[in-house]
């Protein structure tokens, strides 16, 4: 098991150093730079160039990518070309935002999917069970914008319960406020993420039902659903966490819509902000942190999967 | 890609909600009906659609700065209204000489800055000259002009190598923005000004909020508080509008106006703006260095359908719009006439002409469909290639690497562009160029104005572009506001008047 962790581990970290340098080229592949911005349309190439060397944008690529990632090691992600606060400082802040907003949205898609989806396994080929896992069908397929407005319409617009848009203005220092403030979007992500589980656990739901260990069960003297239920669902939990690296993987792409949607100061919205002002030292940290946190999610899992699973803790 | 998904989704969802709107009641939504006196201590939210990247007033171009902070924060020796006249703010009044060298300029007297130091005439003196010393600042060559700036007591004087009828127009901009000499404020993330208003505070991604400057050397502000909130989409803005979280919505898309006036508090607001849509041609290559080409692309596009697809504005026959000095009615120059086109096309000897529009992707699709069918028409496939902004600016801006391009230009007073061969628009045209210098050079007003109308004329008849629409300002308000600027509000918004009554 220790091994496995230590090999698991190199291989989380060699992604990560992966994911660096594709982000790093990828960004400098993109036309245009941060001081034709800052000029703008009346800018003269001077001014460009003065802002261009005001700003070290000269320095050649490979001492740029070695200053960067000597700056991670640090714990250093550098600083943005437009506002010269520290990036770390920057998603530490954005991240009070886009953090619960996710672990919400992750709550609110497991509060959906599990229940129901064991819900529509059981009741296969009756009408209630068709229409659930029919209406997951639908809504997994639902734009995640409109199915946003459709809810701001309801619950902001005519209910007047929720804000329609926009996080309070002194964070969570107003807890009830910031919490109001998440829950729309929340529901939004939560709801399509759910959706598509819903069809996930359905199917290991019923996978579980055909196990030999719940009909020996059930032929043991439980009921089918009992025996399911005690014996079955922890093999549907384990599947269901396997999953949750491309969940997890899904809400973050998610946010990143949503918090534009909602105007949420958060990284998601931020990272289209930066990427349209191509400040891109922000760019990259808000990429990294974000794809270190997809891989750090998929690594947890397996490790978990591994300490949960008896056969895989055989296995090994 | 985002943002087309989720343009399609806001025209989905539109439709959704208009038959959603025939069956419902609003519960409690937007602000009530007006009853009684303005608060002075309100606290206004205006939704605006573009955040600036940071707060630095000397570097970073562009209007979402000049919007929140011009006239606002930072102040000028002189200011402009919104039907464009120039008129006092720092400077109490000025003098120009009959030969048009010398500006003298006196200053107000008890003016502080936002932290408590003292105006000085040295302040004046200092800001404008190292603005005109320093390259990375915006505007800086605007005031190339300038050989001497002094100051004696109150009085400031600026002194010219030769006269310039844009020098006072400039000042009102970022050219003029007065600083304190040697001030430590972090520009980038906060201000230090003199205007009506205090930065209280930017928070990213979200808002900026302005609130009233007790110490203000003139009139007080009218309310205690404004908020500006960042709402990109169109329709995420009037739900916001309709929930009762913002009071003033800027950048309204008049096609949503039956939807926000069913609220019965909102009132939507027309005014007149200088934004232009230019559609630029690269003439530097054939097809399009043959005027007749660009001639017949200007008679293919079928303005008027332009303008009621938009919704507001009005149609655009040349570089200088309504509210600028110089403008004339050029329509005669390019009259809808697919006919005319086809014969232009003919006659220069191009069939099967294929041509790529370049445009920034947050101008959606309704134009460039309209002039993809329009071209069609005359025997032209244009083919849209949509990037992000920064692509725009590289491309098409910096290395004038494209065919057609479409933006909007919303400085007014930019005639200059046209003037300017090294432009993206690649017009070189030494004419056109002579009479906007003589435009410049010009000390009386009427003189440099009849000039700068000449110099469009030629602009127009060379077809050196296409102007698909001149733009409205359109803004929807909420009962209870008054004094919102109504005119011109993607250049500048100031908030000086605004009042709020509950």
């Known amino acids: ?316 | 890609m985002l943002r087309r998904t989720a343009l399609a989704a806001t025209a989905l969802f539109a439709a959704s909600a208009l038959v959603l709107a025939g069956c419902t009641s609003t519960a409690d939504p937007g602000p009530t009906g007006a009853t009684g006196e303005p608060n002075p201590d309100a606290s206004v939210a205006i939704r605006l659609v573009l955040e600036p990247g940071n707060l630095d007033i000397r570097q970073t171009t562009g209007a979402a700065l000049d919007q929140v902070l011009i006239d606002n924060v930072y102040q000028g020796l002189v200011s402009r209204t919104t039907d464009q006249e120039i008129v006092p703010a720092l400077a109490s009044d000025w003098e120009v000489s009959d030969d048009g060298l010398t500006y003298t300029f006196t200053l107000e007297e008890g003016v502080t800055f936002h932290d408590g130091q003292e105006l000085t005439a040295q302040d004046v003196v200092w800001s404008l000259q190292t603005r005109k010393d320093t390259p990375e600042w915006a505007d800086s060559a605007r005031l190339a002009n300038v050989s001497s700036i002094t100051a004696d007591g109150q009085t400031v004087t600026l002194t010219l190598a030769q006269p310039d009828s844009s020098l006072l127009w400039n000042l009102t901009g970022r050219a003029g923005i007065i600083l304190k000499e040697g001030d430590t404020v972090d520009y980038q993330t906060a201000a230090n000004g003199t205007g009506p208003f205090v930065l209280e505070e930017w928070q990213q991604g979200a808002s900026i909020t302005l609130t009233r400057n007790d110490a203000y050397w003139g009139d007080a502000a009218g309310v205690g508080e404004v908020v500006f909130q960042y709402i990109a989409e169109d329709q995420a803005a009037v739900n916001a509008a309709a929930a009762g979280e913002v009071d003033v919505l800027t950048g309204f898309d008049p096609n949503l106006t039956e939807q926000i006036e069913q609220n019965g508090d909102w009132t939507v607001v027309l005014g007149t703006a200088t934004d232009k849509s230019v559609l630029a041609m690269n003439s530097t290559a054939a097809p399009l260095d043959d005027q007749r080409v660009r001639q017949a692309i200007r008679q293919a596009i079928d303005h008027d359908a332009i303008v009621e697809a938009v919704g507001a504005g009005q149609t655009l026959y040349g570089p200088i719009p309504e509210p600028d000095p110089g403008y004339e009615d050029l329509s005669d120059t390019a009259p809808y006439d697919p006919e005319a086109a086809r014969a232009l096309l003919e006659e220069a000897g191009v069939d099967d002409l294929e041509l790529t529009l370049t445009i920034p992707s947050f101008y959606g699709t309704t134009i460039p469909q309209i002039l993809v069918s329009n071209l069609n028409e005359v025997g032209i496939t244009l083919e849209v290639d949509a990037v992000d902004f920064g692509v725009w600016v590289n491309d098409v801006y910096t290395n004038k690497d494209y065919e057609l391009s479409y933006v909007n230009h919303a400085e007014p007073r930019d005639f200059e562009n046209w003037a300017n061969p090294d432009y993206y628009f690649t017009y070189d045209n030494p004419e056109v160029q002579d009479l906007y210098e003589q435009s410049l050079r010009a000390t009386d007003e009427a003189e440099a104005d009849a000039l700068l109308a000449e110099a469009a004329r030629i602009v127009a008849e060379d077809a050196a572009a296409d102007w698909l629409y001149n733009w409205a300002g359109v803004s929807a308000v909420a009962t209870g506001i008054d004094g919102m600027p109504a005119d011109n509000v993607n250049a500048r918004l100031d908030l000086s008047e605004l009042t709020k009554s509950e």
């Open chain 1, 1 to 316: 098991m220790i091994r496995y962790a230590l090999t698991r581990g190199a291989l989380l970290l060699l992604g990560l150093f992966v994911a660096s340098a594709l982000i790093f080229l990828t960004l400098r592949v993109l036309p245009g730079d941060v001081a034709q911005q800052i000029a703008g349309t009346n800018g003269t190439p001077e001014q460009v160039a003065a802002i261009r060397e005001s700003l070290g944008l000269n320095a050649p690529l490979w001492a740029q990518y070695a200053d960067w990632i000597g700056g991670v090691f640090r714990g250093d992600l550098g600083t943005s070309l437009y506002t010269g606060t520290g990036v770390t400082t920057e998603l530490a802040e954005k991240a009070r935002v886009t953090v619960p907003l996710g672990i919400l949205s992750l709550l609110f898609a497991l509060a959906v999917s599990i229940p129901l989806g064991v819900v529509s396994a059981l009741r296969r080929g009756r009408a209630d069970g068709t229409t659930l896992s029919v209406g997951a069908q639908a809504l997994a397929a639902v734009p995640v914008v409109w199915a946003g407005m459709m809810l701001v319409v309801v619950f902001a617009v005519w209910l007047g319960w929720l804000p329609a848009q926009g996080f309070p203005r002194g964070g969570w220092s107003q807890p009830a406020d910031a919490l109001r403030a998440l829950i729309l979007p929340a529901l939004t992500i939560g709801i399509i993420e759910g959706a598509m589980l819903l069809r996930f656990v359905r199917s290991a739901t019923l996978q579980a039902i055909g196990q030999d260990y719940v009909r020996t069960a059930a032929a043991k003297g439980l009921t089918r659903n009992a025996a399911l239920i005690r014996h079955g669902l922890p093999n549907v939990g384990l599947s269901v966490i396997s999953v949750l690296g491309l969940q997890v993987a899904g809400i973050v792409v998610g946010a990143v819509i949503i918090e534009q949607l909602f105007s949420l100061p958060g990284i998601g919205r931020m990272l289209v902000e930066d990427v349209d002002r191509r400040d891109l030292p922000m760019v990259q940290g808000e990429l990294l942190i974000l794809t270190g946190f997809v891989l750090l999610v998929g690594f947890l899992v397996d490790i978990v999967h591994r300490l949960l699973d008896p056969r895989q803790r055989e296995a090994s």
